[in-house]
């Protein structure tokens, strides 16, 4: 599933092309891209002008008039594609919207999901974490680590409270959100914390670095346009990431870690794999 960076890439992908336009109508291609909706999607959206394009973690949406919202969620494999009418030609090709942009040409905002784990759903506002209204489904995540809002020492404390890993304490969207697999490895890292390590028996400051370093490491993540392993993940104009260049440890099994030689192990974790240094994370 793409992280906080990949979703904020092509959230801010969608913010410059589509805010201002109005939905003209839209084609739901395939059942599951609509699941857990019983009205048509397109008696839901035709007519409606997109107000904002909003995230939250790993969760995406479209504020629309009314306090209702347009949810995305990109699952393992969903793309949000922007282009001229009929530019979209994909076999994987989930829901089509036809718009018209605020400037009154037409556009496209196509819904590719090769493994249809991904959905579009049209919800309401509710009150989130930290006073923001978001949509229903988002209700019950975290403040991430790029919002303003977000409170370090807070948040740090929230963690030392579980007898988890780490790991799992930071993948945990209802502590922290927006935070994967990729991007714990490479934070544990950078702050020298042993994954296995149990989050209570963390000093404050030790959690406190360890979401220093995820603020970091996702802030470098964004201005490389995200990290892409494969055709999966791209911004909405169809054009792939870089930041896998500068991972330190995430895919780097066998090779020697850039802090200090040792190798680069990767072992089993909780139905991932998990990539780290055992060498010089030693917290």
Not at 241 to 265: A, H, M, Q, W
């Amino acid at each position: 599933m793409p992280e906080l960076p990949e979703v904020e890439i092509v959230r801010r992908g969608l913010e410059a092309h589509v805010l201002g336009a109005r939905i003209d109508d839209v084609a739901v291609l395939h059942p599951r891209a609509n699941r857990g909706q019983d009205v048509p999607l397109a008696d839901l959206l035709t007519g409606a002008t997109i107000t904002g394009v909003r995230r939250r973690g790993k969760y995406l949406w479209l504020d629309l008039p009314g306090e209702e919202a347009l949810y995305v969620h990109l699952g393992m494999s969903g793309q949000m594609l922007v282009g001229a009418p009929d530019t979209c030609t994909s076999r994987h090709l989930r829901i089509r919207a036809d718009l018209t942009a605020a400037d009154g040409s037409p556009l496209e905002l196509a819904f590719v999901d090769q493994r249809t784990f991904g959905r579009w759903l049209h919800t309401w506002l509710v009150d989130g974490r930290a006073g923001t209204r978001v949509p229903e489904p988002v209700a019950h995540v975290a403040v991430d680590p790029l919002e303003p809002e977000f409170d370090v020492a807070a948040t740090a404390r929230r963690m030392r409270q579980a007898n988890s890993p780490i790991k799992s304490v930071l993948l945990n969207q209802e502590i922290v959100s927006g935070v994967g697999n990729i991007y714990a490895d490479e934070s544990l890292w950078a702050a020298g914390i042993k994954p296995e390590r149990r989050a209570k028996s963390l000093r404050q400051r030790d959690a406190v670095g360890l979401l220093e370093a995820a603020q970091e490491v996702m802030t470098r993540a964004l201005a490389a346009g995200g990290t892409s392993f494969d055709a999966l993940y791209v911004n909405v104009n169809g054009a792939s990431g870089y930041f896998s260049r500068d991972l330190n440890v995430y895919g780097r099994e066998d090779e020697p870690c850039p802090r200090c030689g040792g190798p680069i192990r990767r072992v089993a974790f909780q139905n991932r794999s998990t990539h780290y240094c055992p060498v010089c994370q030693t917290t």
